[in-house]
Nanobody, 122 residues
Framework: QVQLVESGGGLVQPGGSLRLSCAASGSIFDLYYMAWYRQAPGKQRERVAYITRGGGTTHYAESVKGRFTISTGSAKRTVDLQMNSLKTEDTAVYYC???????????????WGQGTQVTVSS
């Protein structure tokens, strides 16, 4: 019932910047978070960053800390990922993720976007 749509992927040179956006829609409860994951060829999917509903809590993978910034968008239930100082190692398909639960007594339920390709190359 939850749909996620990513945008902003593309080709960028090393050292360049790119901004990804994700918009969520559907039956979204009060308790939720949004995150960005990525998966490179031959690698497992890894979490890049996440942000809580109100934007008060963020977390970054060590590999991107200081270079990437996750933030809520101008519209409700949107999330952006500003990527600076991009490296070739950042090349991957980036996925938007939303986790939610009805109450504190429930487990988190995850939803995923289709992914957007980010390629860092000279």
């Amino acid at each position: 019932q939850v749909q996620l749509v990513e945008s902003g992927g593309g080709l960028v040179q090393p050292g360049g910047s790119l901004r990804l956006s994700c918009a969520a829609s559907g039956s979204i409860f009060d308790l939720y978070y949004m995150a960005w994951y990525r998966q490179a060829p031959g690698k497992q999917r890894e979490r890049v960053a996440y942000i809580t509903r109100g934007g008060g809590t963020t977390h970054y993978a060590e590999s991107v800390k200081g270079r990437f910034t996750i933030s809520t968008g101008s519209a409700k239930r949107t999330v952006d990922l500003q990527m600076n100082s991009l490296k070739t190692e950042d090349t991957a398909v980036y996925y938007c993720n939303l986790g939610q639960r009805r109450s504190l007594a429930d487990d988190w339920r995850d939803y995923w976007g289709q992914g957007t390709q980010v390629t860092v190359s000279s």
